[in-house]
């Protein structure tokens, strides 16, 4: 049984920093694609970034040149690095796997606040 556990959120001012985990537990061997998504309040869940079993990585307009994602292969671990925060970044943030493009699996997500 694979889990994911996201860590890392938390209350920031505008402009700064926070670095979010999401570890596995359980066998992930295979091929994994790694996501980030977010939801804030009233909105759908959107995709933020991904990095591919390879290690290439696409960005949400959004966060482009802010945010970066990046991956752990011999944790099973996958970090979102966010910079530059602003207060639309705010929201619940939930990690994704995909393993073997057949297998899903969502972290319980954590919550990012942007405020003064």
């Known amino acids: 049984q694979v889990q994911l556990v996201e860590s890392g959120g938390g209350l920031v001012q505008p402009g700064g920093s926070l670095r979010l985990s999401c570890a596995a537990s359980?066998?992930?061997?295979?091929?994994?694609?790694w996501s980030w998504y977010r939801q804030a309040p009233g909105n759908q869940r959107e995709w933020v970034a991904r990095?591919?079993?390879?290690?290439?990585?696409n960005y949400a307009p959004s966060v482009m040149g802010r945010f970066t994602i990046s991956r752990d292969n011999a944790k099973n671990t996958v970090y979102l690095q966010m910079s530059g925060l602003k207060p639309e970044d705010t929201a619940v943030y939930y990690c994704?796997?995909?393993?073997?493009?057949?297998?899903?699996?969502w972290g319980q997500g954590t919550q990012v606040t942007v405020s003064s």
């Open positions: 994704n796997l995909v393993r073997n493009g057949v297998h899903l699996y």
């Open positions: 359980g066998s992930i061997d295979g091929i994994n694609v």
């Open positions: 990095v591919s079993a390879s290690g290439n990585t």
